[in-house]
C-alpha cells in the first residue's frame, strides 16, 4: 500500500516537529507567567507532566501492542507531543494489519488535535489514501480540500491523480500527476513520472 512509501519530507517534517516541542521547551512556553513562585511552580509540573507522557509512550512502544493499545493512551495523554506521535504509529501498525478503520480514526484524531501545520498536512494525506484504499473516493477527496500547505502541493495533487485514477477518470488523473510534477514533486518521487507515462501509454 502507497500510503507510506513516499513520504520523506513528512518523516522530516515529524522529527522537527518532536525535536522543537521537546521538554527542553517548557521552559518558553510559562516566560509570560507573573511571579518567580508561579512560574516555577507551573514550568516543574510541565516537565512532570512531559517526563510521565515520555515514560507511558516508551512503555507503549516497547508493549509490542501499540494499536491495541492506542485508545487509552490518546485519552490519557490527549494534550501531550506524545499522543500525535503514538496516534501516527498506531495508524501505520493499522494499515499494516489492514484495520483500515481505525487507520483512519487513528490520523483524524492527529488532525483535528495537532498544532504544526505539517503534522496536520501529513495526516491528511495519509488519512486520504486510507480513504482511496477503502473506496471512499469523495471522503478522500473532502479530506485533500481541508487546509494544507502550498509546499505539500505536489503530494496533494499526486493523491487525487490516483483518486481520479481509481475511479476511472483518467483524464482528471493525468491533470492531477502533471500538477504534481509541475510542482516539482518528480524531484522527490520518481513513481510521479511513471504514472503519467502510464497513463499516455493507456490513452494510445
Known sequence: MEIYSTEEQQAEAIKRFFKENGTSLIAGAVLGLGGLYGWKAYNQNQITSA???SEAYNQLIESGEVLSKSDAFLTENADSNYAVLAAFVAAKEAVDAGELEQAASKLTFIADNVKSPELKATA????ARVQLAQSKHDEALATLGKSI?????AQVAEVKGDIYLSTGDQEKAREQYQKAIDADGADNNALLQIKLDDLAKASN
Open 51 to 53: 517526563e510521565a507522557s
Open 124 to 127: 491528511l494525506l495519509r488519512l
Open 149 to 153: 500547505p502550498a509546499s505539500f502541493a
